[in-house]
């Protein structure tokens, strides 16, 4: 079996060439990255010799052709991947998340790909005080992020019906982990408490997400490669639903460093409250989250302890 994994020099990607090289050591992967800002090679040090590995964008017909050659399944990673990001630059976010998309599928339906698995988010339902989202829920994303990839994966999903392309959509919540770029919240909380500076929380801190381990998510997207049903969406969720001030606080203690360093600042633009997701699909397909946030928290803070090297250069 040959796996083209898009974005797989970012951070989930990194995660599940790792996670693919482990538990299907037969399978040969090969990973399309554009290695912008968030795509590193140093992520895919360690398995470099056994990948084959094509610097290109999704977005670039040819590349993706050459890319797709002789690929049974294709796993898209590949987005631009941050909210902040896409309100200042939000064409970015249409070109990689929408059109990227299409570029893939175009290719995937010419050569009639046994298996396409679109990795979406749960920030395309949008955000909700009460109640978990359910896959059938209606779509309501909130950024330029979340809105291009609600455009993708209903693209994609428009493939199925259209073409019989064997498409499965997976919406995950928050994913955290080793190799997670430090824009992202947990990252820069430990390294900007590492430096006693201030840990910048938006508005109150009472904003919620439901955080994912990254390994647990790996094993549903490998899952869902699997067993996914075409047409299907699968929610992926993990049920440790946190604010972000007790993130904060956890992450704080651990580091056994003072709650002074917290700083309020001003709210993110159509900041979502709340994400929650019902994730019945794929429990039915034998996954469970192994995780427990507390262990998996401890475990993310201490490797970007002693990582310094990897993330050092990116401040
Ligand atoms: N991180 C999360 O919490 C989370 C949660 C739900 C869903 N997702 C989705 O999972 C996927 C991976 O997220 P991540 O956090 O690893 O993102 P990331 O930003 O760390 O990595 C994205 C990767 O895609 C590559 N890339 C970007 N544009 C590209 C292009 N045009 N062509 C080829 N490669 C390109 C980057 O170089 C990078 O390696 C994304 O689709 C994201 O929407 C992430």
């Given at each position: ?38 795509g590193r ?5 360690e398995v ?6 094509i ?16 690929c ?22 249409v ?6 998309v ?29 109640g978990?989202f ?34 499965t ?32 929380i938006?508005?109150?801190?009472t ?7 990254v390994?647990?998510?790996c ?12 047409g ?8 440790n ?16 460093k ?27 397909m ?10 998996g ?19």
């Open positions: 079996m040959r796996h083209l994994i898009t974005g797989g020099a970012g951070f989930i990607g990194c995660n599940f060439v790792r996670h693919m090289l482990a538990e299907h050591p037969d399978d040969e992967i090969v990973v399309l990255d554009k290695l912008t800002y968030a090679m140093e992520n895919l040090e470099i010799d056994r990948i084959t590995f610097k290109g964008d999704i977005c670039d017909k040819e590349i993706v052709s050459t890319a797709m050659e002789g049974d399944k294709v796993v898209n990673f590949a987005a631009e991947s941050h909210v902040d990001r896409s309100i200042t630059t939000p064409e970015d976010f070109r990689t998340d929408v059109i990227g299409f570029t893939l599928l175009e290719e995937a339906r010419r050569r009639d790909i046994e298996r396409f698995v679109q990795i979406s988010t749960d920030e395309v339902y949008g955000s909700t005080v009460s978990s359910s896959e059938e829920d209606i779509l309501d994303p909130s950024s330029p992020y979340s809105a291009s990839k609600a455009g993708g994966e209903l693209l994609a999903r428009s493939y199925v019906k259209t073409y019989g392309l064997k498409v959509v997976t919406r995950s919540s928050n994913n955290y982990g080793p190799f997670q770029y430090p824009e992202k919240l947990i990252p820069v909380l430990v390294i900007k408490a590492l430096n006693n500076e201030p840990l910048p938006y508005g109150k801190g904003n919620v997400r439901d955080w994912l381990h390994e647990d998510n094993r549903a997207v490998d899952l869902v490669l699997q067993k996914g049903k075409p299907d969406i699968v929610n992926i969720g993990s049920g639903e946190v604010s972000n001030i007790d993130v904060t606080k956890m992450i704080l203690k651990h580091m056994n003072p709650e002074s360093l917290i700083t309020f600042v001003a709210d993110r633009p159509g900041h979502d409250f709340r994400y929650s997701l019902e994730w019945g699909r794929i429990k039915e034998g996954w469970e989250p192994k995780v427990k946030f507390e262990n928290l401890r475990q993310t803070v201490d490797w970007y302890l002693e990582n310094k090297e990897w993330w050092k250069t990116l401040l």
